[in-house]
């Protein structure tokens, strides 16, 4: 993103300068959106189905442990494993082979379950159901950002712009502007004294707001102040410190 490189900068611009919201912006809110619905929903299931169905399968691990192998064990110590292996299988029990006590391995296996089932807490349930109202909370203030941000403009004139917020900015008002972030993000920080009051920033935003280096083009032509470029990086000299600016 060049500054003062592009003929829309370097052309005298059309006014009013209607710098409205880009497409990029809507489709990636929409994308965040949409990935927090899906994990709300997902968050949702599993406190619902997903977690109670695990833990009915550590239930059957426990059954399985405490009545079929207890049971078993006492019919072979009595010599009647074969009536045991009988009324196991008509109660749809697991029955083992060869006389040899039935396996939770096997049978888990059989029927698609995990052969180590983990047990969920009430809490961790009770979790569930807040990340997922949590994240469905987010994804519909994401949609709301998304509705709110339909109709913003930023405006910018001969003399001055006005914000997505409304702020008007006046050229002759604004004493700095900060542009390291711009190369990288797109972003611009416009620092004003409107009628000489205190002084008040302003985010001029090129990736939201189509069009909207020609307004800080403008700006820059019609300023009387400081415009920050560079970009301190390692190894380089650092830049003086900013000297406060003077009382209004």
Known sequence: ?????????????????????????FKRMAM???????FGL????????????????????????????????????????????????????????DGEPPRWV???????WPEKPHRYTQKEIDEQFWWGGGTLLAALFVGLTILRNRHKVLRG???????????????????RVDKRLWDNKG????????EGGSEQKVVVDDLKFDGA???????????????IEKVHTPGSAPEPAEEPPPEA
């Open 213 to 227: 280096v020609q307004v800080l083009a403008q700006v820059a032509a019609n300023m009387k102040g400081e415009l």
């Open 1 to 25: 993103m060049e500054w003062g490189m592009t003929d829309a900068t370097t052309r005298p611009p059309d006014f009013p300068i209607l710098c409205r919201v880009t497409p990029w912006y």
């Open 32 to 38: 965040l959106a949409g990935m927090l619905a899906a």
């Open 187 to 194: 972003l611009a920080y416009v620092w004003h004294r409107p």
């Open 157 to 175: 004139e001969a003399d001055h712009f006005i914000s997505p917020e409304g702020v008007v900015v006046r050229h002759a008002d604004v004493f």
């Open 42 to 97: 997902y968050f949702l299931y599993d406190g619902k189905f997903g977690y109670p169905a695990a833990n009915r399968i550590a239930d059957k691990q426990v059954w399985f442990e405490e009545v079929v192998l207890r049971t078993f064990d006492e019919a072979k110590a009595a010599g009647k494993v074969d009536v045991w292996v009988e009324n196991a299988r008509q109660q749809g029990w697991p029955t083992g082979r």
């Open 106 to 112: 096997s049978h888990a296996a059989q029927n698609g």
